[in-house]
């Protein structure tokens, strides 16, 4: 089955790129994996790249890129800068001018259409009014109901030939945007599953120990995706075992942004005086500055919690479900409760749960899981526990499976990543006609 992205790009964007970064000096050189030079293919997925400058900083915006081109050459470029900054085509102009060039007779090259409505920086598309663009090459259309088509049919009245971008290049694009595309096409946070195993599907051995499974660089990738995405989760298993930092540290790093953290405890097993647990949290608050911490849990074990954590811990609770084995549903839905939403002061764009067993089984039973991103590494380890999915249905049979999509596959050292997408995902962000 081919892979819906082009080799080397996944959700989280270029993915040799997350491990060493990227200077403006190789905009210029075509020595990125599965991309073709000189091409309007080549300067999309190089503007995609370009874009990764601003990961995580621009949330609840967009992270985009735009390439400014004339005569073959590379003439500006830049990045959405941190929530509030200028967008990637203010950035790009700016710097071309800056550099001496005009946009006369030039090609523009961006992840996402401009912008049409004043926000906390004025309309994009506005810049090419008199500025002699002559062609503007769009990776995918803003579904913002203040944008959705006004920014294109702004270039075009500008002057500009305006061209969508298709295939691969546009899948790689809807990859990268997928939190943005999901909250704004559907009012709620991507919700994303990634976990590491074995060959036979083990995420931790007997003693409960999943360090290391996989190796440097597949863990490297998943720090970035925590910088990438908005909130990291864990289940209260897996802080107890492991008393995670959820922060970014052996990736390439442009921003110093950290991710908020969030431990889910679906079952409402967290002890206020547990030692491990108090410890747990605490090194959760003091990894990263501005960060916000948070324990998600059943509406009543918010009460024997109350008043029992770090002062800098908040609670969210969510109602008891109907059944049992539907508590996977009570957690698609606590995201874009009234309490996650004070606490956050939004809603939140994207949640990335890394773990463990328990949780993600439970979110992949009430079909919450939106995308997956699951290292695998080349060992066999055996046994009967420790497995996603052990246990969720008593009697399991195939027509109950669930079922995903696969999006890209990707070798990282000596692991594999395979990244997927629910059925919904894929056909709402990656089947055009």
């Keep these: 089955m081919e892979s819906l992205l082009p080799p080397g790009f996944g959700l989280g964007g270029h993915i ?29 997925l190089r503007t995609l790249i370009l874009s990764m400058n601003g990961v995580g900083e621009t949330i609840p915006n967009p992270a985009v890129g735009c390439i400014a081109l004339k005569n073959d050459e590379i003439i500006g470029f830049g990045a ?23 946009t006369e007779n030039s090609a523009v090259y961006v992840t ?3 912008c049409s409505h004043h926000g ?10 008199n500025a002699g663009v002559s062609r503007v090459v769009v990776a995918l259309g ?80 998943g720090h970035w995706l925590r910088l990438k995405y908005d909130i990291t989760a864990v289940g209260l298993g897996t802080l107890l075992a492991d008393a995670p930092a959820l922060t970014a540290r052996d990736c390439w790093l442009p921003n110093s942004r950290q991710p908020h953290a969030c431990v889910i405890d679906p079952l409402g097993h967290s002890i206020p005086s547990d030692k491990r647990f108090q410890d747990a949290l605490a090194k959760l608050v003091a990894a990263a500055d501005n960060r916000k911490v948070a324990v998600v849990c059943p509406r009543e074990h918010v009460k024997e919690l109350k008043g029992k954590l770090p002062a800098a811990v908040s609670l969210i609770g969510f109602p008891p479900p109907n059944e049992a084995g539907r508590i996977g549903e009570m957690l698609k839905s606590v995201w874009q409760q009234d309490e996650t939403i004070s606490w956050l002061g939004r809603m939140p764009q994207s949640v990335y749960i890394e773990g463990g067993s328990t949780l993600l089984s439970l979110m992949i039973e009430a079909e919450a899981l939106d995308a997956l991103h699951v290292f695998i590494a080349p060992k066999l380890l055996g046994g009967d526990a420790h497995r996603v999915g052990n246990g969720t249905h008593k009697s399991p049979q195939l027509s109950m499976a669930a079922h995903f999509d696969i999006l890209s596959t990707s070798v990282l050292g000596g692991d594999m990543l395979l990244e997927l997408v629910s059925k919904p995902i894929k056909e709402s962000f990656f089947v055009r006609g």
Excluded: M
């Design 120 to 129: 906390k920086q004025p309309p994009c598309c506005e810049l090419f009014q």
């Design 112 to 114: 996402l259409e401009p």
């Design 142 to 221: 803003d579904p913002n109901p203040l944008v959705n088509g006004r920014g294109l049919r702004y270039l075009e009245a500008a002057g500009a030939r305006v061209l969508l971008s298709h295939g691969q290049s546009a899948a790689a694009a809807s990859a990268w945007h997928l939190p943005f595309l999901v909250q704004q096409t559907q009012n709620r946070p991507l919700i994303v599953g990634k976990w590491a195993q074995t060959l036979d599907g083990v995420v931790a051995d007997s003693h409960h120990n999943s360090k290391w499974i996989t190796g440097p660089e597949a863990r490297a990738h």
């Design 80 to 102: 959405t800068e941190a929530y509030g900054g200028r967008h990637a085509e203010r950035v790009a102009f700016g710097n071309l001018k800056d550099n001496g060039h005009s």
């Design 16 to 44: 040799e790129t997350t491990l060493r970064g990227i200077s403006p000096g190789q905009l210029h050189a075509a020595d990125f994996q599965g991309i073709v030079p000189n091409s309007d293919n080549d300067f999309i």
